[in-house]
């Protein structure tokens, strides 16, 4: 099984802010990685495929890079819609979610 | 657009089945992976399994003994039952549609449903 790691697990971060969250996996995947955003009570949506590729209507301030093992998910400019738990999946090998990282207000 | 919606039981008791379906609503079942994940209280989303609409199943290795998907093309709808449940059950579960094979990763996803396993 494939196993996915984030880090940090919590991240206090201010409006404006450039905030980056890195996800690894156990074994290589490729470019087959997705990026969610959760907010309290909702499901997640997606925000990045295949590693970098924004989904339709997501802000140009999120972005994604990575391949491999090692992946990252920046946030440009944090807004205050940004404040949520973000989670990578992977989905080389059917789909595992690493377990996600809080981004709360400094 | 295509919309998701979960339905079954909010309360299992231990030992027994937990059942859920999701119906696929604006669009078309056919032709699609449909995932189901779940989600405890304040903990990470846990992937269970997917079901192709050709019935084509994979599930995740730790919960593969008591997991079994089941789709009806003609209702739109698909299905997960989940045997011998446990405390450890209690989650919300929500549906999704899985277009991971096609390089894009799940991208509608139902609003999810609690489930609480209790006698």
């Known amino acids: 099984d494939i196993q996915m790691t984030q880090s940090p697990s919590t991240l206090s971060a201010s409006v404006g802010d450039r905030v980056t969250i890195t996800c690894r996996a156990s074994?290589?995947?490729?470019?087959?990685l997705a990026w969610y955003q959760q907010k309290p009570g909702k499901a997640p949506k997606l925000l990045i495929y295949?590693?970098?590729s924004l989904e339709s209507g997501v802000p140009s301030r999120f972005s994604g890079s990575g391949s491999g093992t090692e992946f990252t998910l920046t946030i440009s400019s944090l807004q205050p819609d940004d404040f949520a738990t973000y989670y990578c999946q992977q989905y080389n090998s059917y789909a595992a979610f690493g377990q996600g990282t809080k981004v709360e207000i400094k | 657009q295509v919309q998701l919606q979960e339905s079954g039981p909010g309360l299992v008791k231990p030992s027994e089945t937990l059942s859920l379906t999701c119906t696929v609503s604006g669009g078309s079942i056919s032709s699609y992976y449909w995932s189901w994940i779940r989600q405890p209280a304040g903990k990470g989303l846990e992937w269970i399994g997917r079901?192709?609409?050709?019935?084509?199943?994979n599930y995740n290795p730790s919960l593969k003994s008591r997991v079994t998907m089941s789709v009806d093309t003609s209702k739109n709808q698909f299905s997960l039952k989940l045997s011998s449940v446990t405390a450890a059950d209690t989650a919300v579960y929500y549906c999704a549609r899985d277009l991971s094979t096609l390089g894009y990763g799940m991208d509608v996803w139902g609003q999810g449903t609690t489930v609480t396993v209790s006698s």
């Open positions: 079901i192709y609409t050709s019935g084509s199943t």
């Open positions: 295949k590693a970098s």
């Open positions: 074994q290589s995947i490729s470019s087959w």
